[in-house]
């Protein structure tokens, strides 16, 4: 084989997707494997070692040709020390040692980030940063997740939680409770089961158009269906949607005030919505940029889909060469 392949491993609560990714952040070979967070999380990276080791013999290559393994991981890391420092789902202790742990069940170097910031890193490597080293990326999916990358370097703060977009609060009084123990942050609003709950408090005041027969229909209702009866122009989507656009317009912009980043890359499920969603962010967006900012700061919605976590994952391996 004349290239070397990086390995990037995206963890999440049920699956874990990996990929063999080559220098010119090119997708060799990529697959998934559910995650076994049973025992205290102790059989997650032993599975992935594992599950390289079956792809190589797949596929008739040895181990020398993988330069090393990067992994992005559902939760606040520090970078330089390897450490996850708590995480709900997977079963492992405040403060796990995940980098030293992937380096022994592998035997390959590792690197470590929170997924959100491996998603932001992957969409300025590959994706719609299109090199931008200046770039700020929100995660609508289940959660709001959000990378922030200055000069390049992924804005770590002194306990890892940088960059945690989807815990601003955009109800300081009486907003509903969100996963992190708050109340009112964006994530009860803009992630894909913030905006099902709007619609129903909608709902739950009038039963009209095209949600209502959607949710007799199918006894609930998704994401999906609020932007799809918004292009209908269903009135009670349409007002759903203009909430989580002001709200995401006005905390992009804030966000921009203070950064003047060249992008802010939209991404996730949700995301998906695509110019519905972002044209009207990008009107609210303008009305609370500061004018310079407002000139050089670009909306755009991040292109990867699924492969942005590994991609980004890959590039903290290849950065780490490159130093
Ligand atoms: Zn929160």
Not at 306 to 323: M, R
């Amino acid at each position: 084989m004349s290239e070397k392949w990086i390995v990037g491993v995206d963890l999440g609560g049920t699956t874990t997707k990996l990929a063999f990714i080559n220098n010119d952040g090119e997708i060799v070979h990529k697959w998934e494997i559910p995650t076994d967070n049973t025992n205290e999380g102790q059989n997650i990276t032993v599975n992935i070692a594992k599950a390289i080791e079956e792809k190589l013999a797949e596929h008739g290559q040895i181990k020398d040709n993988l330069i090393g393994i990067g992994m992005g991981a559902p939760g606040p890391v520090n970078y330089d020390k390897g450490i996850i420092l708590n995480v709900v789902n997977l079963g492992w202790p405040d403060n796990y040692p995940l980098k030293a742990s992937l380096e022994a069940a592998t035997s390959l170097p590792a690197a470590i980030e929170n997924d959100a910031n491996c998603a932001a890193l992957g969409e300025m490597w590959m994706g719609a940063g299109d090199g931008a080293k200046d770039l700020v990326c929100v995660t609508l999916g289940t959660g709001v997740g959000g990378g922030v990358i200055t000069g390049g370097k992924v804005v770590q703060g002194i306990n890892g939680a940088a960059g945690e977009i989807g815990h601003i609060t955009v109800i300081p009084f009486g907003g509903a409770t969100c996963n992190c123990g708050k109340t009112g942050c964006l994530e009860t609003v803009a992630s894909a089961t913030g905006i099902v709950r709007l619609a129903r408090i909608e709902l739950a005041k009038e039963l009209k158009g095209e949600l209502s027969e959607k949710l007799a229909e199918n006894g609930s209702i998704t994401a999906k269906d609020v932007f799809d009866a918004a292009r209908n122009s269903d009135v009670l989507a349409q007002s759903v949607l203009d909430e989580i656009t002001f709200h995401l317009g006005f905390v992009l912009a804030s966000i921009a005030n203070t950064l003047n980043p060249e992008k802010i890359v939209l991404g996730g499920g949700v995301s998906k919505a695509g110019d519905i969603l972002l044209n009207p962010v990008k009107n609210n967006f303008v009305k609370f940029a500061f004018s310079a900012v407002r000139d050089s700061t670009e909306l755009a919605l991040a292109t990867l889909g699924n492969d942005a976590g590994v991609l980004g994952a890959a590039w903290l391996i290849k950065n780490k060469l490159n130093q």
